[in-house]
């Protein structure tokens, strides 16, 4: 079984910067996609970015790209999600996930293994 554990979040002013992370235990050899997604207030989860070993990144085609970098440390077993220019618009629970799938999708039903969320707050 797959652990996922979300750090980094908090209160942050609009324009600053986070840098999110989710480390990975138990089972992860069979691991080939990790993803980030979020889930605001009143809203779905959404796609924010993904990252496998074969196929790259994908991120979300709206205002994350450009402004949020994924990364992955296959050594370490983490995932990094470096935000940039945060507006509140932002604010939101980041979730990490983690698949077997081989492409970077955007479906949240390709990953069976979730972590918990960290909370993103950007005020203005």
């Known amino acids: 079984q797959v652990q996922l554990v979300e750090s980094g979040g908090g209160l942050v002013q609009a324009g600053d910067s986070l840098r999110l992370s989710c480390a990975a235990s138990?089972?992860?050899?069979?691991?080939?996609?990790m993803a980030w997604f979020r889930q605001a207030p009143g809203k779905e989860r959404e796609f924010v970015a993904a990252?496998?070993?074969?196929?790259?990144?994908?991120y979300a085609a709206d205002s994350a790209k450009g402004r949020f970098t994924i990364s992955r440390d296959y050594a370490k077993n983490t995932v990094y999600l470096q935000m940039n220019s945060l507006t509140p618009e932002d604010t939101a629970i980041y979730y990490c996930?983690?698949?077997?799938?081989?492409?970077?999708?955007?479906?949240?039903?390709?990953?069976?293994?979730w972590g918990q969320g960290t909370q993103v707050t950007v005020s203005s």
């Open positions: 996930a983690a698949g077997l799938g081989a492409r970077p999708s955007d479906s949240s039903r390709e990953y069976a293994y």
């Open positions: 138990g089972g992860h050899i069979s691991i080939n996609a």
């Open positions: 990252v496998t070993r074969g196929f790259g990144i994908a």
